[in-house]
Nanobody, 123 residues
Framework: VQLQASGGGLVQAGGSLRVSCRAS????????MGWFRQAPGKEREFVAS????????LYGDSVKGRFTISRDNAKNAVYLQMNSLKPEDTAVYYC?????????????????WGQGTLVTVSS
């Protein structure tokens, strides 16, 4: 399966942005999906995950209440709506396909990775 992330860009602090991820090659409707991010010089960080049917979601502490993950299995896509963006949200955002219908916060819970999309938040 290949994952293609898109929608990144430059936004001012306090603004909003939605990034998307489309899967091709194999449907991921039976797998959890996740978003991670990596800022320069930092480790890849868990952002959010959503269960196979969209019934459950997890969020990293730094984005809880500001970001919302969703998915559309008919389109084989997952989305991350980011509101009230802060400069510290600046990073490359990666989508990932989970190993199981419900996946957690660890990198090891995911096996398919997209190429990432850059989100830059200016102060």
């Amino acid at each position: 399966v290949q994952l293609q992330a898109s929608g990144g860009g430059l936004v001012q602090a306090g603004g909003s942005l939605r990034v998307s991820c489309r899967a091709s090659g194999r449907a991921l409707s039976n797998n959890a999906m996740g978003w991670f991010r990596q800022a320069p010089g930092k480790e890849r960080e868990f952002v959010a995950s959503i269960s196979w049917n969209g019934g459950g979601a997890l969020y990293g502490d730094s984005v809880k209440g500001r970001f919302t993950i969703s998915r559309d299995n008919a389109k084989n896509a997952v989305y991350l709506q980011m509101n009230s963006l802060k400069p510290e949200d600046t990073a490359v955002y990666y989508c990932a396909g989970g190993l199981r219908p419900y996946s957690g916060r660890s990198l090891g819970d995911y096996r398919s990775w997209g190429q990432g999309t850059l989100v830059t938040v200016s102060s």
